[in-house]
């Protein structure tokens, strides 16, 4: 049974950081596309960042210089560093595994107040 567990979440005011965890189990992590996705109240689901099995990553443009994401092959787990927040981060963020299925996580609430 694939889990994806995201924790991290919160509520900060512009400016200050927060760190979202995802921890997976059941399936082979080291091979599997990690990343996150969100999304704002009326809004579609996006693309937030993506880490490869051969460590490349991806970001949107809207976190490009202030998110980081980063894996740890050895405890399945895959994070994502969110710097210089601003109101418009505010969203439900959802840790994703990718390859031959795709399994999503519940999602944690990130509020960021101005």
């Known amino acids: 049974q694939v889990q994806l567990v995201e924790s991290g979440g919160g509520s900060v005011q512009a400016g200050k950081s927060l760190r979202l965890s995802c921890a997976a189990s059941?399936?082979?992590?080291?091979?599997?596309?990690m990343g996150w996705y969100r999304q704002a109240p009326g809004e579609q689901r996006e693309l937030v960042a993506e880490?490869?099995?051969?460590?490349?990553?991806v970001y949107a443009d809207a976190v490009k210089g202030r998110f980081t994401i980063s894996r740890d092959n050895t405890d399945n787990t895959v994070y994502l560093q969110m710097n210089s927040l601003k109101p418009e981060d505010t969203a439900v963020y959802y840790c994703?595994?990718?390859?031959?299925?795709?399994?999503w996580g519940k999602g944690t609430l990130v509020t960021v107040s101005s």
């Open positions: 994703t595994a990718r390859r031959y299925s795709a399994y």
């Open positions: 059941g399936i082979l992590f080291e091979i599997y596309v």
């Open positions: 880490a490869t099995d051969d460590g490349e990553t």
